[in-house]
């Protein structure tokens, strides 16, 4: 189990990503993955940037064994840089389908994976490799999995 520490001191993660082609970026991001826009700014004539509202934020640190595993286990080979970005989403399979139809090029398809997530690979605009994942189990149900703890507490014990 997760010690209670409190509320965490960081308010917000906030992933900041320059997008060459940024309108391709909103088509993606914004219409087709249907991240709620939160604010957009502009100055200096050209210079643009738009919030997205992701929901819920974590950052999820993994040792290189871990990456090479998760890599082998959603896509069958080592295809993911050093940043992967996330999205839980509640119909993988739709929103894989939704991606491919506005430019992503799909690494794997919506695979089940040991932890029983549905997840599934890309190559997304501004040059970011990207999961959506659908969960199939609620978190008390996750923690019962062998190998699923905390730091903290250790792996769950059977």
């Known amino acids: ?3 209670n520490r409190g509320p965490s001191p960081v308010r917000q993660l906030r992933l900041v990503v320059e997008a060459e082609d940024y309108e391709a970026a909103l088509a ?3 219409d087709a993955l249907g991240l709620p826009e939160q604010a957009a700014f502009s100055e200096n004539g050209d210079a643009r940037v738009v919030i997205l509202d992701v929901g819920r934020a974590t950052l999820e640190i993994a040792n290189p064994a ?3 595993y998760i890599d082998e286990v959603e896509v069958g080979r080592q295809v993911a840089p050093k940043i992967r ?3 839980e989403v509640d119909d993988a399979r739709a929103t894989a389908d ?3 139809t506005v430019g992503a090029e799909q690494v794997a398809p919506p ?3 040991p932890w029983k997530s549905l997840n599934a690979r890309f190559d997304a605009p501004a040059g970011l490799h990207i999961t959506v994942f659908q969960e199939t189990l609620t978190e008390d149900e996750r923690r019962s999995l062998d ?3 905390t730091e903290t507490a ?3 014990e059977d």
């Open 98 to 100: 939704r991606l491919v």
């Open 66 to 68: 871990h990456k090479q």
């Open 85 to 87: 970005v996330a999205f």
């Open 1 to 3: 189990m997760t010690e």
């Open 147 to 149: 190998g699923f703890g």
């Open 111 to 113: 695979t089940l994976t």
């Open 154 to 156: 250790g792996p769950a």
């Open 28 to 30: 993606f991001y914004r």
